[in-house]
């Protein structure tokens, strides 16, 4: 008896879940950390559901896998937007936005009191590495070195300290493409020594993104500015939201995350975020120049991060709407991490000026044979992926560096749908009042 | 006697240390809630539904740990919140231990919490966890510099290394006014020797809950719960000089 | 007897948390391989963690040891400082002049440079 009293109360706890970020399935994780009652957990250890939102590549299924089956019994998984895996045919799937916080919970509930059973293992339960009783140690090597102890091979002196040049273990391993801290579908073959990066090859490049269809529209036609800016605005908060809560400062994440989706956003509550964020010191934490891009560089990367770089392009100079507007060009100088970010800021205070006077005067955009969009100019052809200048960067830096480096990068190729088309999230309006009631 | 010095102090502590640890997660879930973070059952079963659930799952095992350290580890950092809360004064008479160095010892807590919190990362064998370790390894040597200097402000007006003449000291005046910097630079230490809040760097997001990444079900409700009755000390610690004033 | 006791509150906290560990955890079977590999976002480590790490703050920690010496002299300093008075002060400021040449070398070595 008091073990189902016991499961009664942990029925009760907040849903604990663990993101998998597919294609296009980052609007429901958006939508979920804003819902009471769940919580999004960063290591599949301390999740009860696997959340799979959005497609999954073929070639990651195997990495799909690896995840599943890291998570501690009992579990259960839910497919938002996506296919289940073959051996998982009849996991529950998902396409309605709306229904997913209360499936989550009620998954949750069914699993604690035992009417649903835990998600089978996918994966044959063998070590790594077979190793016992061969070699003079039993570990499969010879003397005291080499072999496979206990299923893996220890780490080696395979390089040379990028710093000092002492040459000491360096650990090599392959993160992603559903690591939470990284962009999704980001995957990368890492060499450590310590929590110093000391190599890094990237070999899969983040999942496209997709855009709100009204910059799709910008290119067939004229399109107001106002909603046009507004969706800029959008798109660079819920990158701040991200940013933020890697940082550990979950209340100005919920904070940009609100903003991004109040339907009257307005400049005075991104001023009243840009002063917690003064103070909060974010800009200082990451204002050593760490992640500095060089001039060319930061023309590949292109939108935010080439203009916080000093690099005068934006499409919306060449527009006469704009002008009409008196538009001016915001650039930063040192193109490093806190640059970008306040680059960043600035451009969302801009947008959102923009649309106040846009929506004053009706205008709107006057050239269709182009677009700035969030992630930079997309003029006969998109903005490109570039991910692949993480191999030049992120080498030398700590992993916090790293990290904050990479999320104040959008690097990601643009999807060739629109953020309505995907069947993602609709541009929820009233999330942010929901929750703040 | 044995009933006055022994066993009474010792159900105190441990009461203290549960009810404690409680009451400091029912804090942080109203604190929460209250800067706007989306809550939906009430702040106070949040806490006993999380340790429930964190009861029913299944603990979590990693390829080669070092099995006795990564079980040790947070019952030990449990230890250490106990000694910390053995000599907190209650009140002016009431210590559960009075020791004559009670200050020394909470020094030594300080220092030992660093070794705990390092095996706790470094025992699970995995790159996260580890990373982890080694960074709150570094911070841990500023928190304990920053700490020294405050306790030993805290020793020198009241001639002692005990506690209860720390806070008979402050009869006239209290060491809140006497040394303005000594309460929040305290705080601080107490915040990052939990990892709590925005001094969460050890167990950060960036590192999928470093330390912690690799923990599931009870060992991570140990962990979780002496992290919680940690805060409890360091927090009644600079409660003292008011019993001392009333 | 306040060791004593001191003891059997350490003694009771740890077995407290040995126990809630090992209560629910003594009928489960070891987890499974594919489980215990360590988590990194679907990828694979190609070797154990455990590795030979450089301390970068190593430095740091020799520095600390330097501060930990001047408290292990200042705690008992402490309890007799108000009643000696400006002998103790002078023996203090003596200990630390000497101390301070360790900081000064240890500054020449470029241990406050973070790297």
Redesign the interface.
Known sequence: MAVSW??R??????V?VFPVRGLHGEEAFYQLA?????EL???P??A?ILLVAGGVPPDQHDALRRVHDQL???FATLWYCSEPLAELASATRLDDPGALPGALMTIHREL?SGKRGSSPRLLPDE??NPWEGLGDDGHGGEGMMGGV????PMAMNMTDDLRDGLTLDS?T?ILGPF???LPPGLSAKVT?Q??LIQSWTTRGAPYPIALESLFFQALQGPVPIAALERARARYHLKRLHFAL???????LA??AL?LAFDSHLSLKGVAILRRRLMR?GFFRLTATGQGRLDEETARRAGGVAARAAGHEEDWRSEDEGYRQLGFLLLTQRQGDTAARWRQTLSEVEQSLQLAAQAEHEAVHTQRSDGVETPRGTWHRQWPEEASDLLDDLLPGLE??EA??TLASLDLAPLSPWSLEETGGAPITQDIGEE??A | MILD??IL??LL??VV?VVGAYLVAVLDEAI?GA???????SVW??P???G??L??????????PDWRAW??A??????L???GL?VVPFSPTLI????V?S??LW?SVEALATVVIFLHG?S????????GA??Y??LG?SY??IS?FVL?GV???A???QFSQVVASQEGLWNVIRQPLGLPLFLIVGLGMTFW??L??AD??????GT???????????WN??RAAMLVPSAARRRAPSWAAG | ??????F???L???????L??W???RH?P??P?P??????GGGL?ET???SR?H???YP??LL?IA??ME?MF??PW??????QGMKAVMEMGMFLAILSVGIVYAWREGVFKWQ
């Open positions: 016991l499961s109360l942990a029925a009760q706890a907040s604990p804003l819902t009471p009652g769940i957990v960063d290591s250890r301390h009860s501690p019994a009992p604690m070590p790594p102890p206990y299923g893996r650990l391993v690591l939470p801290m450590l310590g929590d809560r890697l940082a550990g400062l979950d209340r919920l904070e609100r909060s992993w916090d990290m904050s929750s703040r | 010095e022994l102090p010792v502590v441990i240390l929460a800067l706007g973070m989306p809550r939906a059952t079963t949040a006993l539904a999380q429930a659930w009861l029913t799952q299944q603990a979590n095992a990693t390829e080669a079980r040790l947070p019952a030990l950092y449990l230890a919140a106990a000694i053995a559960p231990t009075d020791l160095t200050v020394v020094g470094w699970a064998n995995t790159l996260l966890a580890l990373i080694y960074r390894v570094a040597l304990i510099l020294m030993i020793a020198l007006p001639e002692s290394l809040g925005p969460n760097l950060s997001r960036d590192l999928a809950r912690a990444s690799a923990v599931s079900g009870p060992p991570r409700l140990v719960l002496a | 007897m306040e060791l004593l006791t001191l059997f509150i350490v009771i906290a740890a077995g407290l948390g040995l809630i560990q209560l629910p955890m489960q070891m987890p391989y489980q215990r590999a360590p988590f990194l480590p154990h963690a455990w790490y301390v970068r703050y740091m920690t600390l501060f930990e408290m200042m705690y402490a309890v007799v400082f108000v009643e």
